[in-house]
């Protein structure tokens, strides 16, 4: 595996081995919240919550950053801010899954394809669990 120059020394990511690069993050992040933002049940969701697009892209290109290339840009917590969001649903999951896998395929080559995915999908289900727990409700089961 290779290593990211950084601040505090050398980085290694599960990214730079696929072929991950910062331009690579920055077109999936685009690419997929392109769809997102005109998608017919996501859209009013993100739309609404979202003010600033640039500034919240900007951030997601961070988060993935620090997850594929252990950059350790991102300072946040996913899971406050979609629990503190109206309107994230548990059942939107899929269709974000959806969105986010056709636009990896279309945009990464293979091994990035598949590492954005199996990433995307933890983070999901993590992200699913914690909105049910937060709200009291029984997660569904993932089988």
């Not at 997929?32 to 892209?57: Q, S, T």
């Not at 961070?62 to 300072?75: A, N």
């Amino acid at each position: 595996m290779n290593a990211v120059e950084h601040p505090r020394g050398p980085r290694i990511g599960p990214g730079l081995a696929a072929g991950v690069t910062e331009d690579v993050i920055r077109t999936q992040v685009h690419t997929f919240y392109a769809r997102v933002r005109e998608d017919e049940v996501l859209g009013p969701v993100f739309n609404a919550a979202i003010d600033d697009w640039d500034e919240h892209l900007s951030k997601l290109c961070d988060f993935w950053s620090s997850v594929l290339l252990v950059t350790g840009r991102f300072k946040g917590s996913p899971m406050a801010a979609h629990a503190r969001t109206p309107g994230v649903e548990v059942a939107h999951f899929p269709r974000w899954l959806d969105l986010w896998r056709d636009a990896a395929r279309r945009v990464c080559r293979p091994e990035a394809a598949d590492l954005f995915i199996a990433k995307a999908e933890m983070i999901g289900e993590s992200l699913k669990l914690g909105l049910a727990v937060s709200r009291g409700e029984i997660p569904p089961l993932n089988r």
